[in-house]
């Protein structure tokens, strides 16, 4: 990854010359740019538009279809299995890769804004892998992924994005919330003492809308993304983690009554979603029952993000840049 350069206030200064003979002269200052250290970088494209280190086979897309427009969704209704329409559109995985590293060094160079990925869905529904398949085309130094489960005892004593705002991203980096702050809206309202008033979990939703809006108008950008599977694409999951062992640790007795409680759970996300979609931060239900198809159309998404987030590398000083050069081929 590459250093930032340093801001304005961090521009090396003059240095003040000794009135003592007896001393040796201080050594020549670093030059520095008459306003500044940064200039923007130009934004140089081809006669078509595109930009020289865009990927030909990475065209700019419309938006996504599985956007959602807004309103409460009736997910038994939407489609598990991607049209293939929507299919012949995604770009190929390992070039959405080899476009999210670049993209990523961009964002990290820059360090201006950041951008966090929200995943949620039903058990099995290969959070994990996705997690670590697009992790690949991501440096690890401006990279984290945290998962949060049901809230620890520290955790519970205090408010519920207590344990999630300390996670967030900085400026450059991405991170990935493999479950997420939606916990608090789906887990944490199955649990034995949970409130039962409906009006407690709208006000909460209403809240976290509010509260990612203020990320968003801080320089987070958020993707939040429901991987939406069938019953028995997720059946069938649940049951190959059985006879896999290589897989088995990741089953659990509860996995058998959060199936039972399957449509429970679906309304309760179809809540959620209708609370907390803003177009500031906007959800997207991918139809999953196709990993791979899944993990391109969510690549897709940060892909999006990041070029348009950080188009170009920080721009630099010409004249400050040739002083560089000189001083380093005299040293």
């Not at 923007?40 to 419309?62: F, I, L, N, V, Y």
């Not at 807004?70 to 049209?83: D, E, I, Q, T, W």
């Not at 670049?102 to 990925?117: D, I, K, S």
């Amino acid at each position: 990854m590459h250093r930032r350069h340093a801001p304005v206030s961090e521009c090396p200064r003059p240095a003040e010359a000794s009135t003592d003979t007896g001393r040796p002269a201080a050594a020549a200052p670093l030059p520095v740019a008459k306003a500044a250290c940064l200039a923007p970088a130009p934004r140089w494209r081809h006669s078509d538009g595109t930009r020289p280190d865009r990927k030909p086979d990475m065209p700019d897309t419309p938006t996504p279809p599985w956007r959602w427009s807004g309103g409460r969704p009736r997910l038994s209704a939407l489609p598990c299995v991607m049209p293939a329409e929507a299919q012949a559109a995604l770009p190929d995985l390992k070039a959405l890769l080899a476009a999210m590293e670049e993209a990523q060094r961009r964002l990290w160079a820059n360090r201006r804004q950041a951008v966090l990925v929200v995943l949620q869905g039903l058990d099995a529904s290969g959070k994990d892998s996705l997690t670590r398949v697009l992790s690949e085309g991501l440096d690890p130094a401006g990279f984290h992924a945290w998962s949060f489960g049901r809230p620890s005892p520290e955790e519970a004593a205090h408010d519920f994005l207590w344990r999630i705002v300390r996670r967030l991203p900085a400026r450059g980096e991405v991170v990935f919330f493999n479950r997420s702050h939606y916990e608090a809206l789906l887990a944490e309202r199955f649990l034995p003492d949970a409130p039962k008033a409906a009006g407690f979990w709208k006000a909460r939703g209403r809240l976290i809308r509010e509260w990612e809006q203020h990320l968003v108008a801080s320089g987070t950008r958020i993707i939040k993304v429901w991987l939406h599977t069938s019953a028995e694409e997720q059946r069938t999951r649940l049951l190959k983690r059985l006879d896999d062992p290589r897989k088995r640790w990741k089953f659990d007795p509860s996995d058998i009554e959060t199936f039972r409680q399957r449509k429970d759970y679906l309304k309760a996300m179809e809540a959620a979603i209708r609370d907390t979609h803003s177009e500031e931060a906007p959800w997207h239900l991918v139809p999953n029952d196709d990993k791979g198809l899944a993990r391109r159309a969510v690549a897709q998404l940060l892909v999006q993000a990041l070029e348009t987030l950080a188009p170009d590398y920080p721009g630099f000083d010409e004249q400050v840049t040739e002083e560089y050069r000189k001083l380093l081929r005299k040293a």
